[in-house]
């Protein structure tokens, strides 16, 4: 980020932006500098407000492609009274040695997601995992459980969630025997973008419906917890094809065993959702791996839906790469964060870089409400403020 912060009286002029005597700007896609002054290594990650301190947890990468699997600390968290200088807090979520480990040093942790939880007084941590030396076939949800913020998080189980339960309103005796073998026979692929299934698959709407017995598919992830204090998960599942809201139990370790489906067959990764007024809003990206694509918004009254597709609320060009918004300006939506007791939200997004996925960079921006929909206007310098 930020932390350019300038000594003098004087105003100076740094890259394309000015910047004014004591203040921190947010600059997009730059280096941010934690309080070792070493860039955040904190991707796909989230922020939690707790006792007057942000909590940032997010994916540690090392150098090199070898980046894009985890290793040692799988979960890195930052602490922050403003949003804007970091405190480096170690490994939430380390890595076990252990080869068997859903863990694993190797194995794929993504996207972590922190909630506190007030009635148990825990931290739960979500995440999509992934089987060392498996891919991403497992398609697993892990689920880490802490006593303070910084951890450690220790591993609560790693699996496809909702097992042998139906969505809600499904009624299995509408589906044909036809639907329900080709619900089998995709449940079992090993590839959902061979073009020998892919266009099939890709019109197909009941393959969750073979996933019965194994559970559901778990990828791209993100927790959103509502108004009244009840949680929800919501991944990328069906080989990223369609979206799952699961609401949680009230100690937001597992599935209530509602679950229901939405942005069917609209291929939708990188959920990031928060609520304003009336409308809940999600955020979320095309799948092109670790490519970037244009950004979609999707709106509702109610989490159960109908939900409604909007355009691309990304606006600009990214003054650092010269990306525009129809890419996202090079990046990948992750999180927003409602600033607590303020009308104000903070979209998050990733530049991954898989050539070197230690050297990824943030976008954050703040979010422009406009009647019953928002924008977010890509901006190279602002501040915070008071958060
Ligand atoms: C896109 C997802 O959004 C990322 O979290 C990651 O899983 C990459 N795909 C891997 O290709």
């Known amino acids: 980020m930020i932390k350019k912060t300038v000594v003098m009286l004087a105003m100076a002029t740094l890259g394309s932006a000015v910047v004014v005597a004591g203040e921190s700007l947010v600059r997009s896609a730059e ?11 904190a991707h796909g990650g989230g922020v939690i407000v707790h006792e007057g301190r942000f909590w940032w947890y997010g994916e ?20 922050s009274k403003d949003l ?3 405190q480096d807090e170690g490994a939430a979520l380390t890595c076990s040695a252990d080869h068997e480990s859903p863990i694993a040093d190797g194995s794929v ?21 992934e089987l060392r030396g498996k891919g991403y076939t497992a398609a697993h949800l892990g689920v880490a459980i802490a006593d303070r913020p910084q951890g450690p998080f220790k591993l609560v189980r790693s699996e496809r969630p909702n097992k042998g339960l139906l969505p809600e309103g499904f009624n299995a005796s509408s ?57 929800y998960h919501i991944c990328a599942s069906e080989y990223d094809a369609t979206l799952h809201f699961t609401e949680l139990t009230d100690d937001y370790l597992h599935s209530s065993g509602k679950w229901w489906r939405v942005a069917i067959n609209d291929y939708t990764e990188a959920p990031a959702v928060c609520k304003r007024g009336e409308w809940y809003y999600l955020i979320g990206s095309g799948c092109t791996g670790w490519k970037p694509n244009k950004a979609r918004l999707y709106r509702a009254k109610n989490l159960r839906g109908p939900w409604e597709r909007l355009g691309n609320p990304c606006e600009g060009t990214n003054t650092v790469t010269g990306q525009s918004a129809d890419l996202t300006w090079g990046g990948q939506s992750t999180f927003i964060l409602k600033l607590p007791g303020k009308d104000r ?8 870089r898989p050539e070197n ?3 990824g960079r943030y976008v954050w921006l703040p979010i422009e409400f406009k009647e019953d929909s928002l924008t977010i206007p890509w901006k190279a310098a602002w501040s915070i403020g008071e958060p």
């Open 31 to 41: 280096i941010w500098p934690d309080n070792n002054g070493v860039h955040i290594n």
């Open 60 to 79: 540690h990468k090392i150098d090199g492609k070898a980046g894009n699997n985890a290793h040692g600390a799988a979960v890195h968290v930052y602490s």
């Open 84 to 86: 804007v200088h970091w």
């Open 109 to 129: 942790i993504e996207r972590p997601k922190v909630v506190y939880c007030k009635k148990t007084g825990k931290f739960v941590m979500y995440f999509h995992n």
């Open 175 to 231: 589906l044909s025997a036809d639907d329900k073998a080709k619900a089998e026979k995709f449940a079992a692929i090993s590839n959902p973008w061979d073009p020998a299934v892919h266009p099939e698959l890709s019109k197909f709407p009941y393959t969750f419906y073979g996933m019965l017995k194994t559970g559901q598919m778990s990828q791209d992830q993100t927790v959103f917890i509502d108004d009244d204090g009840k949680a």
């Open 345 to 352: 939200y903070i979209a998050m997004f990733d530049i991954w």
């Open 357 to 359: 996925a230690i050297d």
